[in-house]
């Protein structure tokens, strides 16, 4: 089946800092979409980002579909930033969602 | 939009005894329903899913299963449960190709 891996697994940044996490999947998909969870383990919607580029004040994400993968970028990082950050992917054809293993972040004040 | 309803919130369970596990939705029809498993620590893992009443698919041979009785209603369950049954059980639902996940309920299993 398709692999997603996630990196780095941890990162830690003090406020004000900048970052970018990365995803890489092994195979073609339609569907691609960032998630933070929270502390309190909500799973929060980010992006529905299958190809190209988005923004959504201080966080971006770029999918590059044809190389396999997809980049979030958070800037000015702030401690609620905080948490874990999860891509998932779906195949053309079903409605199955892999999940990758995630980003741990936590910024300290 | 759409609200994803999930109870209980946390619960405690003895090795043995049975489970069910409830999502309900919101504000939207014959929706894909999804049940996940997060181990603590863990990523999220698929166990079921499913795309009308009484259509259900199982990702990963366990003792639970899932039943989808009514269109926005989703049931997960165990006649014994198993220390490994603990985690975090999460309930998704998918609109315009994105999925949206309900608050969770965080099982222990003694």
């Known amino acids: 089946g398709i692999q997603v891996e996630q990196s780095p697994p941890d990162l830690i940044l003090q406020e004000g800092a900048n970052s970018t996490l990365r995803c890489n999947f092994s195979?073609?998909?339609?569907?691609l979409q960032w998630f933070h969870q929270n502390p309190w383990g909500q799973l929060i919607n980010l992006f529905y980002i299958p190809s190209g580029t988005k923004q959504n004040g201080r966080l971006s994400a770029t999918t590059v579909a044809t190389e396999r993968y997809s980049l979030l970028y958070i800037s000015s990082s702030q401690t609620t930033d905080s948490g874990v950050y999860f891509c998932a992917v779906r195949r053309s054809g079903t409605y199955k969602y892999i999940f990758g293993t995630g980003t741990r972040l936590k910024v300290l004040a | 939009s759409q609200t994803i309803h999930q109870w209980p919130a946390t619960l405690v369970q003895p090795v043995g005894s049975p489970l069910s596990l409830e999502c309900t939705v919101e504000g939207t029809s014959n929706p894909n329903l999804y049940w996940y498993r997060q181990a603590a620590g863990r990523g999220l893992q698929l166990l079921f899913y499913?795309?009308?009443?009484?259509?259900i698919s199982s990702e990963v041979p366990q003792n639970l299963s899932a039943s989808r009785p009514q269109d926005r209603q989703f049931i997960l369950s165990s006649k014994k449960l198993l220390l490994s049954d603990s985690g975090f059980y999460l309930c998704a639902t998918e609109w315009y190709n994105e999925q949206f996940f309900g608050p969770g309920t965080r099982l222990t299993v003694l």
């Open positions: 195979d073609s998909v339609n569907n």
């Open positions: 499913s795309v009308g009443i009484g259509q």
